[in-house]
Nanobody, 133 residues
Framework: QLQLVESGGGLVQPGGSLRLSCEASGITYTYYAIGWFRQAPGKEREGVALYSNSDGITAYVNSVKGRFTISRDPTKHTAYLQMYNLKPEDTAVYFC??????????????????????????WGQGTQVTVSS
């Protein structure tokens, strides 16, 4: 059974940094996509960043490009979201999610997967990130 466990959330001042971790277990396919979604109070959940292990490509929502970096430790099926220059509008519950199997093609891009939450097979419990002075 595919399971995801997040860690690393917390309270940080504007301009600060945080790193989220997502440890995956039970992945039985070779290729998959893993990444992060977030949901702010009163807003819909949105895709933030994804990583495709077939070729190491990444995808980000425009609002975090240049500030967030997603990476993966292949030895542990663990994904990381390094967040720099955090802003109050980044405050949200961050969820790790995995789409298994996944292989990017011309018709099924990683960027497109950011907006297809129904394609994700497992979700973590969520971790709170609060950016406030």
């Amino acid at each position: 059974q595919l399971q995801l466990v997040e860690s690393g959330g917390g309270l940080v001042q504007p301009g600060g940094s945080l790193r989220l971790s997502c440890e995956a277990s039970g992945i039985t396919y070779t290729y998959y996509a893993i990444g992060w979604f977030r949901q702010a109070p009163g807003k819909e959940r949105e895709g933030v960043a994804l990583y495709s292990n077939s070729d190491g490509i990444t995808a980000y929502v425009n609002s975090v490009k240049g500030r967030f970096t997603i990476s993966r430790d292949p030895t542990k099926h663990t994904a990381y979201l390094q967040m720099y220059n955090l802003k109050p509008e980044d405050t949200a519950v961050y969820f790790c999610a995995a789409s298994v199997p996944f292989f990017p093609t011309e018709s099924q891009t990683l960027e497109g997967l950011l907006s297809r939450q129904s394609d994700f097979d497992a979700w973590g419990q969520g971790t709170q990130v609060t950016v406030s002075s």
